[in-house]
Nanobody, 117 residues
């Protein structure tokens, strides 16, 4: 399993950023996928999940209405569109497979998102 997440960076409060995750080494099209994040000094937080066909989606209350998860099964890519970013969204973001409720079976190396003026 390989999950690679480019796309992080520094953005001002209220700004937008799109994360992507390129998946390989497993059958992406039949796997539920999750974005998780970890702020400095805090635990892992589940941000959003999507089922293989996209028919069922979960968002944490903290991002509901601001973030949108999507996937391209033909290209094996997972996305997270983040709008109206806040300072509290600052964290390392990870693409994950096999979310167990408290951890992930596999996750990428992470990408840093910093929301600051």
């Amino acid at each position: 399993v390989q999950l690679v997440e480019p796309g992080g960076g520094l953005v001002q409060p209220g700004g937008s950023l799109r994360l992507s995750c390129a998946a390989s080494g497993f059958t992406f099209g039949i796997s539920s996928m999750t974005w998780v994040r970890q702020a400095l000094g805090k635990g892992l937080e589940r941000v959003s999940s999507i089922t293989p066909g996209g028919g069922s989606i979960y968002y944490a209350d903290s991002v509901k209405g601001r973030f949108t998860i999507s996937r391209d099964n033909a290209r094996n890519i997972l996305y997270l569109q983040m709008n109206s970013l806040r300072s509290e969204d600052t964290a390392e973001y990870y693409c994950a497979k096999g979310w167990t409720g408290t951890s992930a079976q596999s996750r990428g190396q992470g990408t840093q998102v910093t929301v600051s003026s």
